[in-house]
């Protein structure tokens, strides 16, 4: 395991997949007719501090939320800096559903 994480190859990683992502769903991906918007999720501390059960800190997160904040994101004025605790996770909810909609058993119809 590699314990330096390069930023410009990580934005290069997320290049390739969003690449991938437009050809597999399009330049637009009508989230109202995916059938999901609510998805659990694990409280960001806990989830990396594993000395203790995270099952306490479960809570729910929601994809229509998470897109409404980064597209809020990019209408911020340039002087208000993110949040990255809060916008990193956001952004994570995105992906994660991205990740979620190209599973086999989800889209089988579709290939």
């Known amino acids: 395991m590699t314990d330096v994480l390069r930023v410009q190859d990580l934005r290069r990683v997320c290049g390739v997949l969003l690449t991938a992502v437009e050809e597999r769903f399009g330049a637009e991906i009508d989230l109202s007719g995916v059938g999901v918007d609510y998805y659990w ?16 800190e479960i809570d729910v997160g929601q994809g229509s939320d998470d897109v409404a904040e980064l597209l809020a994101l990019l209408g911020r004025p340039a002087d208000d800096l993110p949040v990255l605790w809060h916008d990193l996770q956001h952004l994570a909810g995105v992906l ?6 190209d599973l086999p058993a989800v889209n089988a119809g579709d290939r």
């Open 41 to 56: 999720n694990v409280d960001l501390r806990s989830a990396f501090e594993l000395a203790n059960d995270p099952a306490s």
């Open 96 to 101: 994660r559903l991205l990740a979620y909609l």
